[in-house]
């Protein structure tokens, strides 16, 4: 089969242990816990069955222009969020994820998988551009700028600041 399997042992003492700290939790947080074990066991597995562009994908600006040509009243979810795929590069014409977990994890990997679009990379340099005229403070320190300046050097790339003459 060629799988690798890992199994964890835990002493009786470190078990009873884990669950006297689990019991102590707010509800809040048990129900947290519950819900990234549900990710993690069955819907990551579900998604990453999935193939980018052949079972799912976001569509290109030209099939969003198509879609919404073909149909004026589709939903503008259809073209931001991952939607099922009817064959390679072929999206479906009307069908959406109907699970909102799977439509995340889809969405997250074919962000992850295919970039974003230059229209998506411009809608967010408009709102990030509206939201820092209406800060106020010195230009650099507002929080639009530290978010921008912090993406710019987590990306790899040095900020720098050209001041107007």
Sequence with gaps: DGRVVVVFREAEKGIESRIARVEQLPAKDIRSMNLSHDWLSVYLPHCLQKIDRVTFGIMTDDQVSAALAEQPLMPLTRAKLAIPFIGKDVPSTASEFAHPDIVI?????????EGLRLSDFEEVLGVLTERLEAE?????ERPTAVRWRTWVEQAGA????KQRE
Excluded: D, E, K, W
Excluded at 106 to 113: E, F, G, P, Q
């Design 158 to 161: 040095v900020f720098c600041v």
């Design 105 to 113: 994890g889809s969405t997250i990997l074919a962000y992850r998988y």
């Design 136 to 140: 106020q403070g010195a230009m650099m």
